[in-house]
């Protein structure tokens, strides 16, 4: 079986320039990150917030710990002094929570708002129609975000073997992006980032402009949940 060092080293050598990995190691052990970082890895993405919390301090600190998945407003408060980067912010509830959270400690935070592109209506997010509407950015201006700054979109496609459709997810997930960064956030130089692509379906969401991958099982193995 190939050592995580190897994994890692299999998916980087394949990145363009400029995308970066996000080691999702949720449900695994301190050891394996460990692993993974003494082979070279600084980000790490957890998807509970007492997970991240109890990890953090038994790692270097040099470690970029990044929350990948669906945060519950009460949750906000326990991942603040840790937390780099939030991927999946899906309301604009959320995202003043998180902003007041951020201030109570006197910090500013990353964030991603989720966009959902998936035919699946597990998932969560915002709609694209949501995000270029002039409404929804208005709130955005409304709310007067001065410790939180939103970095870009993350997003998640449908869980399917059909290539197509995958790709035709990321597509619109890009041009989201895109629209956005011409647009609504022309000239902030924080939105920058895409991320989307996981174990499955990263080459496709590299092909279509990710910036940055959220990869678990084709770095760590199957979790043990
Ligand atoms: C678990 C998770 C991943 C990683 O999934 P793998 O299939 O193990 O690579 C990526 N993104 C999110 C949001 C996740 O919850």
């Not at 400029?18 to 890895?41: I, T």
């Not at 326990?78 to 910090?107: F, Q």
Request: hydrophobic residues 40%; contains cysteine; charged residues 25%.
């Amino acid at each position: 079986m190939p050592s995580i060092q190897q994994n890692i080293e299999l998916v980087t050598s394949q990145l363009p320039k400029g995308v970066r990995l996000v080691a999702v190691s949720k449900y695994h052990p301190v050891e394996k990150l460990q692993e993974a970082y003494d082979a070279g890895q600084r980000i790490f993405g957890e998807s509970r917030a007492q997970e991240l919390v109890s990890k953090c301090p038994q790692l270097p600190d040099d470690i970029e710990w990044h929350f990948i998945g669906h945060l519950q407003t009460n949750k906000a408060r326990m991942i603040m002094p840790n937390v780099t980067l939030i991927h999946a912010i899906d309301s604009i509830k959320l995202l003043k929570v998180v902003n007041k959270e951020a201030a109570r400690i006197g910090r500013t935070v990353d964030t991603l708002l989720q966009l959902h592109v998936a035919q699946e209506t597990t998932k969560s997010g915002f709609t694209v129609d949501e995000l270029l509407k002039a409404e929804t950015l208005r709130q955005l201006d409304d709310l007067d975000l001065g410790n939180v700054r939103i970095g870009g979109l993350m997003a998640m496609a449908t869980n399917t073997s059909d290539h197509a459709q995958v790709a035709k997810e990321f597509g619109i997930a890009r041009s989201t992006f895109d629209a956005l960064k011409a647009g609504y956030f022309a000239g902030n130089d924080y939105f920058k980032e895409l991320s989307m692509g996981m174990s499955h379906d990263w080459r496709i969401a590299v092909d279509q402009g990710s910036t940055m991958i959220r990869i678990g099982t084709d770095l760590f193995g199957e979790r043990e949940y």
